[in-house]
């Protein structure tokens, strides 16, 4: 799905399997935003190869968070040029947990971040994307806005009429909330979401945040 001439979505849509959305930002250097499991990948690489893309082609993953739904096909570009991005607390929280990550099948060495991400700004060859800590959902967790084209890449912080969960190791309802009533000031017209469907108008992306406080809120 093509949401501007540079931003790509491949959505996972499948009912009897979970998995994340991915999004692709094709700029000079082609940023890719969670992949995915490694063994449901193949939805993101169909999707690449329509573009007449594959996973060489790719300059940096970034994670929103470090859950295997997101993060487990980095491993996938262990022997590509790609660079993998990711917040420092949630590795961090990742090494905290080694056993239970490692008994989940995920491999240190090969999702084993470049750089890690900050709050604020980050330029990548002339791609400006602002970095948004927002955890909740898990301690690490961040969302990506890029403010000229009022994209917002949310991961597992806020959905179409649904907010993540904090019942999983690092999850906190306080601070989720805390983050999706920050992410609700900000200029949106595309709210990209980890799973389910995207939001589209800016109407539609207030009365979306709107909703998950009024109703979603009381539940956590």
Known sequence: MQISDHIHAFLWQSMTANNCN?????????????PGHKNMFDHVKNGLAELDLGIGDIGLIICTHAHPDHIEAVELF??????????????????????QVSAMGLKFDAIL????????????????????HTPGHSPGSVSLYLPQQK????????????????????????????????????????????????VSGAREVEANFRQVEQVWFNYI
């Open 22 to 34: 991915t999004y692709l930002i094709d700029g000079p250097t082609r940023i890719l935003i969670d």
């Open 78 to 99: 262990k022997d590509t040029p790609a660079l993998f991005a990711l917040h420092q607390k949630e590795w961090n929280f990742v090494k905290s947990m080694e056993k």
């Open 113 to 132: 971040p470049d750089f890690f991400l900050k709050e604020g700004d980050l330029s990548v060859n002339r791609i400006s994307l602002e970095v948004i």
């Open 151 to 198: 994209v917002l890449f949310t991961g597992d912080v806020i959905f179409n009429d649904a907010l993540g969960r904090t019942d999983l190791p690092g999850g906190n309802a306080n601070l989720l909330k805390e983050s999706i009533k920050r992410l609700s000031g900000l200029e949106v017209e595309w709210l990209l979401p980890g799973h389910e469907e995207i």
